[in-house]
């Protein structure tokens, strides 16, 4: 009986320690007026994202991602079920800002083959990217879906791999993020390789911007595209932010800096100061390398995007594409002020940047790249219809090789082992078996949207006109799409020769699978 004692001894001892520490310790008023019971609130505190997560949250409440939405997209990477039964449970009716995609009785053709749900549909991007200026390397990517920027640092290795893998699977683009290239890069995907304002990967000993050491790097690897990073949407304004516990060896070989420091990029380049001088140097690199060269930005003043558009028509140099994040857009650590605040969503920014270009007759020249919570299907629908020719996936892709949203990326602990640099926790995500995972959601974002344009009575999502979708203003009003952001007759849409040669293209897959192809005589 002695032992039992023993210990019950030991635990008050424990305790009567614990609350003697709380009376006497002054950094914490909740403690020393209620000692021991204190702690309670530090313990419900700290697992209150967790407790919410499986026990308190409806399907539709949480946030970034609702649990319906998280649903869909394990169950897609899984190659389950990822239906729902009984029908929605969200409140239409009275949820303004909601878009209805309006489905046509009669549309073109639309090969039976396509509707099986586990069909592998190819989904190539409406216009070359390139083409327009002429650039060496001009290619058309092979999906209209593709992974976002996300660096080796933010992710674990074994993350930026299984992505990598992943995007070698579905056949698209994985952005390498400003973190530079790596060997977690290269498993086989073809990468876009983004240069941010600290030019890692391509930067000098000083840290200054090297043209030899670009070249070299896109000479040795998969890269298909430069993207010139202005700001992102859940920080603009800022660099890009890796906490130091996150800057392990390898990483700070990989970007040139101290390990174990914390790693902040400039908030601006130094390569360029101005709307002519950017011009300069994306007409420099695309020289240089051959490839296409493209910008990345949120939307805050538009005072850039109309001195851009003006330059680009008034001397002919320009970008090859655009990438708008919106401003609910995900980040591995930054400011509550930036993520909630700062920076336009991203129908808003991208209807204002895409109407400059439109209305100086630029928007057949440049592929418009999306990006903000848009591997969600009915999201991606109205970002084409807006006149997005490809999305960019990021959280929805770390959901899908294994991400819980337990929102602890930038403390180094994610418990899944996507976001941190911590060995035992990234060291249970397996690259292999992910990357199958990552492949498949791809896959089914993919499949999910040609369902959605040949219910629209079209063969691509590319060619969905903005008043396709109805954006409920109230209980008993609603407005087509354009009209809620001033589109013109037409705007959202690519040139007629890229829209007959995609039909083209989406014909010849339907005639591989032994279906009767659309005529491209149909297009308009």
Not at 37 to 43: E, I, S, T, V, W
Not at 65 to 79: E, I, L, M, N, P
Not at 313 to 322: E, I, L, P, S, Y
């Amino acid at each position: 009986m002695k032992r039992p004692a023993q210990a019950a001894t030991a635990g008050l001892t424990a305790l009567a320690a614990v609350a003697v520490r709380d009376l006497l310790q002054r950094e914490h008023t909740l403690l020393r007026n209620f000692p021991l019971l204190g702690h309670a609130r530090y313990l419900l505190e700290a697992v209150g994202p967790e407790l919410r997560q499986y026990l308190v949250a409806g399907n539709n409440e949480e946030r970034p991602f609702t649990r319906d939405q998280r649903r869909w997209v394990y169950a897609s990477a899984k190659g389950d079920n990822n239906y729902f039964g009984f029908g929605t449970d969200n409140d239409l009716e009275y949820t303004a800002g909601y878009p209805v995609i309006k489905h046509r009785t009669f549309g073109r053709a639309v090969p039976p083959s396509r509707i099986d749900a586990h069909a592998d549909v190819d989904l190539p991007c409406a216009k070359v990217l390139g083409a327009a200026r002429g650039r060496a390397a001009a290619f058309r990517p092979a999906s209209v879906v593709n992974i976002s920027a996300m660096s080796f640092g933010s992710l674990s290795g074994a993350a930026v791999e299984a992505l990598n893998r992943g995007a070698a699977l579905a056949g698209c683009l994985q952005n390498t993020g400003e973190g530079g290239l790596s060997a977690h890069h290269r498993h086989g995907g073809d990468l876009i390789f983004q240069i941010g304002t600290a030019y890692f990967g391509c930067r000098d000993e000083r840290g200054r911007f090297d043209l030899q050491r670009l070249k070299d790097l896109v000479t040795g690897a998969p890269v298909r595209a430069l993207e010139i990073k202005l700001s992102q949407g859940a920080k603009p304004g800022l660099g890009g932010v890796l906490p130091g516990p996150k800057v392990s060896a390898e990483i700070a070989a990989v970007r040139g800096v101290p390990q174990g420091v914390d790693c902040v990029s400039p908030s601006r380049h130094a390569e360029f100061s101005d709307v002519d001088s950017l011009l300069d140097w994306v007409e420099l690199l695309a020289a240089e390398t051959g490839l296409p060269v493209g910008i990345k930005s949120a939307v805050g003043d538009l005072v850039f995007w109309q001195e851009l558009t003006d330059a680009m028509v008034a001397t002919g140099r320009g970008v090859d594409f655009v990438t708008i994040d919106g401003g609910e857009g995900g980040t591995g650590a930054a400011p509550l002020i930036f993520t909630d605040s700062v920076s336009l969503p991203f129908q808003l920014g991208f209807s204002r940047v895409y109407a400059e270009f439109a209305r100086r007759g630029l928007q057949d020249d440049v592929v418009f790249i999306g990006g903000g919570k848009l591997g969600l299907p009915d999201n991606a629908v109205v970002a084409f219809a807006l006149g997005c020719d490809m999305v960019n996936v990021a959280r929805e892709a770390m959901l899908s090789i294994g991400c819980i949203q337990a929102q602890k990326c930038h403390t180094d602990t994610c418990p899944t082992g996507v976001a941190t640099q911590n060995a035992w926790l990234s060291h249970g995500l397996d690259p292999a078996l992910k990357s199958v995972r990552a492949a498949n959601y791809v896959k089914t974002l993919r499949r999910d949207l040609l369902k959605v344009a040949e219910a629209c009575g079209r063969e691509h999502p590319g060619l969905i006109e903005a008043d396709s979708v109805e954006v409920l203003t109230g209980r008993t009003a609603s407005a087509p799409l354009d009209e809620v952001y001033g589109y013109e007759q037409g705007w959202g849409l690519p040139s007629a020769a890229d829209q007959a040669e995609i039909v083209r293209i989406m014909a010849g897959e339907a005639e591989q699978g032994g279906t009767a192809p659309p005529s491209p005589d149909a297009v308009g």
